[in-house]
T-cell receptor, first 112, second 114 residues
């Protein structure tokens, strides 16, 4: 079966610009996650969706980050405006409602 | 809330030697435990998981881990490593009532040399 697809793989932007990442989960997976992985650290959960509803966004910096999951399938994570400290790999993962999470390859964001 | 501590940030090891990566967790509720591997510029791949039952868990690529509830540990082992095992390894925990909301450790970089 196809895995979790993410795009773009790499993105370089200047601070204060905006950026968006896209994720297509594994077909049939109701749960979708966005993780932020800063260099030298483990991934940190930003937001969890169940179908198209938000389950947990307690770690999402809502003043600049937003995410949506239209029709319970694809998801977009946006940062506006970006800061230097947002440089990280953004990982999308999906799972059945209760089950193992499968990760995409991630989007590496560099803010300069 | 849960937390995970990986005790070694980097582990150098010679090819065909054994390796052990240490992981300790803290939680006030029952947990599931995982080990993931991340190759350069790749996403996370599940090596193995402990959900219940036998405390010795076998995973892919010859890795195994042992869950020790009294010591709150979940150490990962491989008896003989290959060059291709060079990667970053992450221990993760989730509570049994919140599948998928993984709390990761900081990772252990394994460097295998000939």
């Amino acid at each position: 079966e196809a895995g979790v697809a993410q795009s773009p793989r790499y993105k370089i932007i200047e601070k204060r610009q905006s950026v968006a990442f896209w994720c297509n989960p594994i077909s049939g997976h109701a749960t979708l996650y966005w993780y932020q992985q800063i260099l030298g650290q483990g991934p940190k959960l930003l937001i969890q969706f169940q179908n198209n509803g938000v389950v947990d966004d307690s770690q999402l910096p809502k003043d600049r980050f937003s995410a949506e999951r239209l029709k319970g399938v694809d998801s977009t994570l946006k940062i506006q405006p970006a800061k230097l400290e947002d440089s990280a790999v953004y990982l999308c993962a999906s799972s059945y409602s209760r089950g193992q999470a499968f990760f995409g390859q991630g989007t590496r964001l560099t803010v300069v | 809330a849960q937390s995970v501590t990986q005790l070694d940030s980097q582990v150098p090891v010679f090819e065909e030697a054994p390796v052990e990566l240490r992981c300790n967790y803290s939680s006030s509720v029952s947990v599931y435990l995982f080990w993931y591997v991340q190759y350069p510029n790749q996403g996370l791949q599940l090596l193995l998981k402990y959900l219940s039952g036998s405390t010795l868990v076998k995973g892919i690529n010859g890795f195994e881990a042992e869950f020790n509830k009294s010591q709150t540990s979940f150490h990962l082992r491989k008896p003989s490593v290959h060059i291709s095992d060079t990667a970053e390894y992450f221990c993760a925990v989730t509570s049994t009532d919140s599948w998928g909301k993984l709390q990761f450790g900081a990772g252990t970089q394994v460097v295998v040399t000939p």
